[in-house]
Nanobody, 121 residues
Framework: QVQLMESGGGLVQAGGSLRLSCAAS????????MAWYRQAPGKLREPVTVITSDGVTNYATSVKGRFTISRDNAKNTVYLQMNSLKPEDTGVYYC???????????????WGQGTQVTVSS
C-alpha cells in the first residue's frame, strides 16, 4: 500500500511564501512523475507543476517564475516552494505520484489527502 503525506500548508499574506512537502511511503519500486495540483473553491482541480524522475520540470503559466518544484528521490519526497503568493493561489493543494509498486502491472497514480493554502489580500 502506497501513501502520500503532504505538509506545509497554511495562511499567509499576499507576497509571502510557503513550502509544501509530500512524502511517499509504503512498498515502492520506483516513482516516475511527481506533481502538484490545486483546487480553488467552486473550481475544478488543476495541474500546477510536474517534475520527472530526471528532474525535468513544467509549470502552469499562472505560477511560472513564482513556484519551484523539486524532489529528493532518496526520500521519495517532492517539494513545492511558493513565493510571491497571490490571493488567487488559494486552494487545496494535492500531491500526485506515478508509482511502480509490487502487485501493480505498470504504474499507478496515487494522491495525497490535500493541504489548504490560504493567501489573504
Amino acid at each position: 500500500q502506497v501513501q502520500l503525506m503532504e505538509s506545509g500548508g497554511g495562511l499567509v499574506q499576499a507576497g509571502g511564501s510557503l513550502r509544501l512537502s509530500c512524502a511517499a511511503s509504503g512498498s515502492i519500486f520506483s516513482i516516475h512523475d511527481m506533481a502538484w495540483y490545486r483546487q480553488a473553491p467552486g473550481k475544478l482541480r488543476e495541474p500546477v507543476t510536474v517534475i520527472t524522475s530526471d528532474g525535468v520540470t513544467n509549470y502552469a503559466t499562472s505560477v511560472k517564475g513564482r513556484f519551484t518544484i523539486s524532489r529528493d528521490n532518496a526520500k521519495n519526497t517532492v517539494y513545492l516552494q511558493m513565493n510571491s503568493l497571490k490571493p488567487e493561489d488559494t486552494g487545496v493543494y494535492y500531491c500526485n505520484a506515478e508509482v511502480r509498486a509490487p502487485g501493480i502491472d505498470g504504474t499507478k497514480d496515487y494522491w495525497g489527502q490535500g493541504t489548504q493554502v490560504t493567501v489573504s489580500s
